[in-house]
């Protein structure tokens, strides 16, 4: 068995049962223990489970998020290369919808001279756009104060009647099995809209986040194309089978 298949199989099984023990997954999995145990840190190392004594218990933090503060100080410089990846693929006559996120703020220098138009529903990035004299549409509603972020009915509204050629947003989790997901459902809802509207859609997501799982469901994998940053052969060839994924060099 794949290391893959095995830590997708250790998951399941704390899917239905609160903790497993190493001897168990071992005989189930047909492994040796030390290679039990080398999965089980692997999957703690991803912040997918904990290991306890004999074995491991699952947890998921499904509604926590950082603030914008926290999220922007935090893995700056492969955000920085996956934005610049992203940027690549905006060509002049475009018109774009950049979601809030700290990863798709890093994509704001790489459109500076760019003749498109961008629809967002984030103030702060809103705000350094007209900065860059970039042609900016910022969404309607109630503002999320933790991530400076429009959310709720009225920008959904709007939103709808909206289309784009190109999809940018940051994302929570990418997991092959449950997809895209993101704490609040509320943007989850706006994310899942700009997906539909659009002709291509990109998710700027840095490899700490793929396996990741959180509370709302935004779309399948197969709905969208990943850009990150370098990730092991396991993970790319993993999430390959389900979306392209670009990888930021």
């Keep these: 068995m794949l290391t893959e298949e095995r830590h997708q199989a250790i998951l399941r099984l704390l899917d239905q049962q609160s903790i497993v023990k190493s001897q168990d997954l071992a005989l189930l999995l047909d492994a040796s223990e030390s290679t039990i145990r080398r999965d089980l840190k692997e999957l703690e190392d991803a912040e997918l489970l904990e290991r306890v004594h ?8 499904l509604g926590f998020e950082q603030d914008m503060t926290e999220k922007t100080v935090k893995n700056t410089q492969e955000k920085q290369i996956i934005a610049k990846l992203a940027g690549s693929f905006v060509q002049d006559g475009d018109v774009i919808y950049l979601d809030a996120g700290s990863t798709t703020l890093e994509m704001l220098p790489f459109l500076s001279g760019k003749n498109i138009t961008v629809v967002t529903n984030s103030v702060h990035h809103a705000a350094k756009l007209g ?100 990730c092991s052969p396991d993970i790319l060839e993993q999430f390959q089978k389900k979306t392209t994924i670009k990888e930021a060099k």
């Design 54 to 61: 004999g074995g491991a218990k699952r947890i998921l933090n």
């Design 131 to 230: 900065d860059l004299n970039v042609n900016t549409i910022i969404l309607g509603g109630s503002l999320k104060l933790s991530t400076k972020a429009i959310v709720g009915s009225t920008a959904l509204e709007q939103l709808s009647r909206f289309r784009f050629n190109k999809v940018f947003m940051g994302m929570n989790g990418a997991h092959p099995e449950f997809g895209l997901t993101t704490p609040d459902p509320e943007e989850a809802a706006l994310k899942h809209m700009a997906i539909t509207h659009a002709e291509e859609a990109y998710v700027l997501i840095d490899q700490t986040k793929l396996n990741k799982i959180t509370f709302t469901k935004v779309a399948d994998l197969e709905a969208v194309s990943l850009l990150t940053n370098q």
